[in-house]
DNA sequence: CACCAGGCAAGTA
DNA sequence: TACTTGCATGGT
């Protein structure tokens, strides 16, 4: 079977039906990691509103974020769900930031890459797909998200099993596709869109547009 | 009413 | 190592 055909394949299905997507939805890389904080296991719908809401009580920066008390912002993000969890991932990422790169997200993606990523995963909250998408969608980083939808889309198509790490699928997603930032902020965005609006009723039914690739199979 | 959403960490065996 | 559980709100 042709792994790379089949990437490819999935990926011009998506974007000639849904087009460009322009992930992620925020206007600064800062408002972008806040929000892969928030969007953890959460619509982003959710999240929409704590955003809103941080920004209209003007506290959408590190400083305002780190010195409000626990509560404060617990109250401020109380829509995304986990409030008082997410507020202590947070404040850990942001204590990061501070410490690292004294607070300066540019200094902190001058950073090596893989170095980064491992650091990141060091800060508790951020795990392998928050510390990606941080990676990608706010530092324009060549590296592949992968998520719920990415694992059920493509174990649906046999391109991966149930079992595999994330590393793994990772791994094969950019050993087979070219290694450009572009390209994989566009290619989750579409897997995401995917399974919001068609992979939640039968896989690879009639309205998805993945559903004409079943023959390919 | 039940179920789920753009996860992660900590606990248990 | 491999599972399980807690965390919590808003939409369908």
């Excluded at 929409?48 to 003007?58: D, G, L, S, V, Y």
């Amino acid at each position: 079977m042709d792994i790379s055909k089949n990437l490819w394949n999935i990926y011009l299905v998506l974007d000639r039906h849904f087009g460009s997507l322009n992930w992620w939805p925020g206007e600064t890389p800062f408002e972008i990691a806040v929000g892969a904080i928030l969007t953890q296991n959460t619509s982003w719908k959710n999240v929409e509103i704590a955003i809103k809401k941080i920004k209209a009580k003007k506290y959408l920066s590190a400083e305002k974020l780190l010195q409000a008390e626990d509560y404060i912002v617990a109250e401020l993000i109380k829509s995304s769900g986990y409030h008082n969890v997410k507020t202590k991932r947070l404040k850990a990422f942001l204590r990061f930031m501070d410490n690292e790169y004294g607070g300066s997200m540019v200094k902190m993606f001058e950073e090596d890459l893989w170095i980064l990523r491992a650091k990141l995963l060091e800060v508790n909250g951020i795990g392998e797909e928050t510390a990606d998408s941080i990676l990608l969608y706010a530092g324009g980083k060549p590296v592949f998200v992968v998520d719920a939808y990415t694992r059920r889309i493509f174990e649906r198509h046999g391109i991966i099993e149930r079992d595999w790490s994330y590393r793994k699928i990772q791994e094969l997603c950019m050993m087979f596709l070219p290694q450009n930032p572009g390209l994989y902020n566009q290619y989750h965005a579409l897997l995401v869109n995917t399974g919001k609006y068609y992979c939640k009723k039968k896989p690879l039914c009639e309205e998805c547009p993945l559903g004409e690739m079943r023959k390919l199979q």
